[in-house]
T-cell receptor, first 111, second 114 residues
């Protein structure tokens, strides 16, 4: 069974600070996805990374896929209160369409 | 993308009763997935629902407790049977587009069992 370990589990920061969330596995994934979930809503896809070493930017969010395709990171620059939410990494299990999710990082950005 | 409507959005139920959750997708999809998200936790896959065949359940989940219907390519239901307080969770349905793995989710059903 492929597992995804996310860290940190909780993160509380002030507006304007930078942060990085990590997603690690001992298994190789064909791709990894990042989702954000706000209270009372389902997760919403932010990005998919596919190529080892790939870096994708989405405004103030930067996503990186490790060279070996076993890990990924999400970096947020100048965090804002609107970034508050649960961030989840996920990857397809064994080439199937089923996803395995990390435990999530609950981010709180205080004004 | 996909637009997924899930209902009810929340419910409070008595222990021993059952609740059926509905999931409607705005276009035809082959596979639909049902997840459970316990308070403060991540998502755990309950089962995969294919049209025209029985759902495939993950380890720890059984059909008698979580019966699933998939009558057509745009609709599915999940029933939580004989509920206990331990079933209090958010239940989410999800779809993927053919050949891809990115998932789209309904807004979830927040279930509280008292």
């Amino acid at each position: 069974t492929q597992l995804l370990e996310q860290s940190p589990q909780f993160l509380s920061i002030q507006e304007g600070e930078n942060l990085t969330v990590y997603c690690n596995s001992s298994s190789v994934f064909s791709s990894l996805q990042w989702y954000r979930q706000e209270p009372g809503e389902g997760p919403v896809l932010l990005v998919t990374v596919v190529t080892g070493g790939e870096v994708k930017k989405l405004k103030r969010l930067t996503f990186q896929f490790g060279d070996a395709r076993k890990d990924s990171s999400l970096h947020i620059t100048a965090a804002q209160p609107g970034d508050t939410g649960l961030y989840l990494c996920a990857g397809p299990q064994g080439g199937s369409e089923k996803l395995v999710f990390g435990k999530g990082t609950k981010l709180t950005v205080n004004p | 993308s996909a637009v997924i409507s899930q209902k009810p959005s929340r419910d409070i139920c008595q222990r021993g009763t059952s609740l059926t959750i509905q999931c409607q997708v705005d276009s035809q999809v082959t596979m639909m997935f049902w997840y459970r998200q316990q308070p403060g936790q991540s998502l755990t896959l309950i089962a995969t629902a294919n049209q025209g065949s029985e759902a495939t359940y993950e380890s720890g989940f059984v059909i008698d407790k979580f019966p699933i219907s998939r009558p057509n390519l745009t609709f599915s239901t999940l029933t939580v049977s004989n509920m206990s307080p331990e079933d209090s969770s958010i239940y989410l349905c999800s779809v993927v587009r053919g050949g891809r793995t990115e998932a789209f989710f309904g807004q979830g059903t927040r279930l509280t069992v008292v």
